[in-house]
């Protein structure tokens, strides 16, 4: 009866040691994002001061209708493309921040370029030196530098950022 009851727990998840005692979960408090200021190969990053928020948002798997004659009932689909997608970030203006000003000499460079950007997350729990890090490459399709000005708020700057290719993540250690 025990080893058919600790089995019973074992699948739950609930035996000795597997118990949940609380979140894993990450804040972005502490979280950077930096412009690659080098080449792809040499990159010198140069963190973009004051970032209220980096929202992704986009990112999807393309599929192509695969329905045909011999389907027996329900449409099918085949996974053709990822789609990365975009971040839109959010920022506090400072007029002599290096990282702001590179964000907005890369938007006006004729013709539009690919930048490298890097954000990196706060060391989570068991992480020592860093936390996770992801870069991607993207053109900055939108540099709202003057986005939002009011009577009684600070000047904010908004930055439209297309992905192009791959996300890399970089586990923190």
Same mark, same amino acid.
């Given at each position: 009866?025990?080893?058919?009851?600790?089995?019973?727990?074992?699948?739950?998840?609930?035996?000795?040691?597997?118990?949940?005692?609380?979140?894993?979960?990450?804040?972005?408090?502490?979280?950077?994002?930096?412009?690659?200021?080098?080449?792809? /190969?040499? $990159?010198?990053?140069?963190?973009?001061?004051?970032?209220?928020?980096? %929202?992704?948002? &986009?990112? @999807? *798997?393309?599929? +192509?209708?695969?329905?045909?004659?011999?389907?027996?009932?329900?449409?099918?689909?085949?996974?053709?493309?990822?789609?990365?997608?975009?971040?839109?970030?959010?920022?506090?203006?400072?007029?002599?921040?290096?990282?702001?000003?590179?964000?907005?000499?890369?938007?006006? /460079?004729? $013709?539009?370029?690919?930048?490298?950007?890097?954000?990196?997350?706060? %060391?989570?729990? &068991?992480? @020592? *030196?860093?936390? +996770?890090?992801?870069?991607?490459?993207?053109?900055?399709?939108?540099?709202?530098?003057?986005?939002?000005?009011?009577?009684?708020?600070?000047?904010?700057?908004?930055?439209?950022?297309?992905?192009?290719?791959?996300?890399?993540?970089?586990?923190?250690?």
């Amino acid at each position: 009866m025990h080893i058919v009851l600790f089995l019973l727990l074992a699948i739950l998840g609930l035996a000795a040691g597997m118990a949940y005692t609380s979140t894993q979960m990450q804040a972005g408090l502490g979280t950077t994002l930096a412009i690659n200021t080098g080449t792809p /190969s040499t $990159p010198t990053w140069v963190t973009i001061g004051e970032v209220k928020s980096i %929202k992704q948002s &986009g990112r @999807v *798997t393309k599929t +192509d209708d695969a329905t045909n004659l011999q389907t027996t009932g329900d449409e099918e689909f085949i996974g053709v493309i990822r789609t990365p997608g975009k971040y839109d970030v959010s920022v506090n203006r400072i007029t002599t921040d290096t990282g702001q000003a590179a964000v907005l000499s890369a938007f006006n /460079s004729v $013709p539009p370029v690919t930048v490298q950007f890097k954000a990196t997350l706060l %060391k989570a729990a &068991g992480q @020592v *030196t860093t936390g +996770d890090a992801y870069v991607f490459s993207c053109i900055i399709e939108e540099c709202d530098d003057l986005e939002t000005i009011e009577p009684t708020k600070g000047i904010q700057s908004k930055y439209g950022l297309k992905v192009s290719g791959t996300i890399v993540k970089t586990s923190g250690s």
